[in-house]
């Protein structure tokens, strides 16, 4: 059974950091390009950023979160990272986990983890 298992969030004043934690289980790590989308109160899922399948990848980001947050990965540790810095309330949203092969065969959603920004 394949489990995507965030941690890591929290509430945080403005101008703070976080680091969120994917950690998976259930299938081949490796394999699988990364994601990180978060969705606000009343707002759609949104993409946060992405990492191909090595470690060390390619990495994509939202404009929002650019020159903010990075996303790493950890293939002998099965974990991935978001690494959020300069914190705005704005970035107050339930931020998910995503893993999907390269031929999009299989997706995976983790269950959340909330991260609040206070002003």
């Known amino acids: 059974q394949v489990q995507l298992l965030e941690s890591g969030g929290g509430l945080v004043q403005a101008g703070g950091s976080l680091r969120l934690s994917c950690a998976a289980s259930?299938?081949?790590?490796?394999?699988?390009?990364l994601g990180w989308y978060r969705q606000a109160p009343g707002k759609e899922r949104e993409f946060v950023a992405g990492i191909f399948e090595s470690d060390g990848g390619s990495t994509f980001y939202a404009d929002s979160a650019k020159g903010r947050f990075t996303i790493s990965r950890d293939n002998a540790k099965n974990t991935a990272y978001l690494q959020m810095s300069s914190l705005k309330p704005e970035d107050t949203a339930v931020y998910y986990c995503n893993a999907v092969t390269r031929a999009a065969s299989s997706e995976y959603w983790g269950q959340g983890t909330q991260v609040t920004v206070s002003s």
């Open positions: 259930g299938l081949t790590f490796a394999e699988y390009r």
